[in-house]
């Protein structure tokens, strides 16, 4: 039995992980998941387990299946060596038909390469153990939504047949950043102040940790003044930013697509608040919602220590940008849908983006471009 902690705990046991409320609850959907791991990306396995697959002692049809199921990249490393190819129906060439990994039913749980054997987990050790689900998993996105309570955390004894290898770039002090992370996770789960509100005072907490990492966040005034809302502003900069996605990233290319045809006649108030006035009737529980997703995605991606060499106030450009630029997705795309299994679709692909990608160094580069990266114009963005 495990107890219930804050995210002020620090433990340097690595036999004992920081994990979301939901972790041990997960399991993998198998044959009933709607949209497999493994389709719509790039998935990449190291060298040295590319080379055990190939050793591997086992039957001739699945020895076939492996031969064509891995191909080594145009420009290999050991950790980055072989993708896995997908067949005409964008599926792992070892799915069974009954959609059941072949390799795993075979050969065991232990045959399988790290990222098939524990996806959509990310356990990390560097500054501090820590694991939980990504959100580009629709199951983790069911978990998260099963309970309306703020997302918990607890510690969890785990272990990992994978190397959890110290990462060799600076790392901040594990006090510092257990500190910062606890007030930043536990200021977005406050409900006394909407969503936007709440991702504005992480900005202002962390523009002032910047200049003084001494400040005590529990002494400081983090109100933010109320802020126009500009729809025409902020929706032509999203659709500027989802231009750019239509022609580097395949993933949500379609989506992207999808939302400009929408908006290309030029009537972005009117159909905006169609859509939203849909979206809010179909969830109405919306903001917990993204609430939910921004935690657990926050906490996956070590927010706001993700890149070693940011600002903490550059990752406040990318908080805003992500939220802003999930819901557009999310409101516009739901104006033809009616249920929250096709949202956590949507929010589960787009999130193959936004915690497997650079993302959050796109965003904000595009909101730079778009000269919407002051805290100003972030928090009249925010407003739509």
């Keep these: 039995m495990t107890s219930k902690v804050t995210l002020s705990g620090i433990s340097r046991d690595f036999g004992e ?9 997960f399991s993998c959907k198998g ?11 790039t998935v990449t396995v190291p060298m040295d387990q590319y080379f055990a697959l190939f050793g591997l002692s086992c039957d001739a049809d699945l020895r076939e299946s492996l031969d064509r199921a891995f191909l080594p990249v145009l420009h290999p490393t050991p ?13 792992c060439r070892l799915l069974s038909e009954d959609g059941w990994c072949s390799l795993h039913a075979r050969c065991g749980e232990t045959a399988l390469p790290s990222v098939c054997r524990y996806y959509p987990r990310g356990p990390r050790i560097d500054p501090m153990p820590e694991s939980s689900c990504s959100n580009s998993c629709e199951r983790t996105l069911e978990l998260l939504f099963e309970q309306p309570a703020p997302l918990a955390f607890e510690r969890l004894p785990l ?9 060799g770039r600076p790392d901040p002090d594990p006090v510092f950043y257990a500190r910062v992370r606890g007030f930043c996770l536990t200021i977005l789960a406050d409900r006394s102040y909407s969503l936007p509100t709440r991702i504005l005072m992480v900005g202002k907490l962390l523009s002032i940790l910047q ?3 001494d400040a005590d966040p529990a002494t400081l005034d983090l109100t933010v003044p109320s802020y126009p809302r500009d729809v025409p502003g902020t929706y032509r ?7 750019w996605f239509i022609d580097n990233n395949q993933t949500i290319s379609a989506y992207c697509e999808g939302i400009a ?7 972005v108030e009117s159909k905006y608040r169609s859509a939203r006035t849909h979206f809010e009737a179909v969830l109405p529980d919306h903001e917990i919602l993204f609430e939910k997703m921004l935690v657990n995605d926050l906490f996956f991606r070590q927010f706001p220590f ?6 903490l106030d550059e990752s406040f450009v990318a908080l805003a940008g992500t939220y802003a630029f999930i819901r557009y997705l999310a409101l516009s795309l739901m104006r033809t849908k009616s249920d929250c299994e096709e949202f956590i679709d949507i929010m589960a692909a787009t999130f193959r983006v936004v915690g497997h990608t650079r993302f959050d160094r796109n965003i904000a580069a595009l909101l730079r471009d778009e000269e919407v990266a002051s805290f100003d114009a972030l928090a009249t963005m925010l407003q739509a």
């Design 17 to 25: 992980f920081l994990v979301p409320d939901y972790y041990r609850r």
């Design 31 to 41: 044959a009933s998941c709607r949209n497999t791991c493994c389709a719509g990306w």
């Design 79 to 91: 950790e980055r060596y072989a993708e896995i190819r997908r067949d005409h129906k964008d599926r």
């Design 159 to 167: 272990s990992f047949q994978m190397p959890l290898e110290r990462s």
């Design 211 to 213: 200049h003084d990492r």
């Design 237 to 243: 900069t999203l659709m500027n930013v989802a231009r």
């Design 261 to 267: 045809s929408y908006y290309e006649d030029g009537e």
């Design 306 to 311: 993700r890149d070693r060499s940011a600002f």
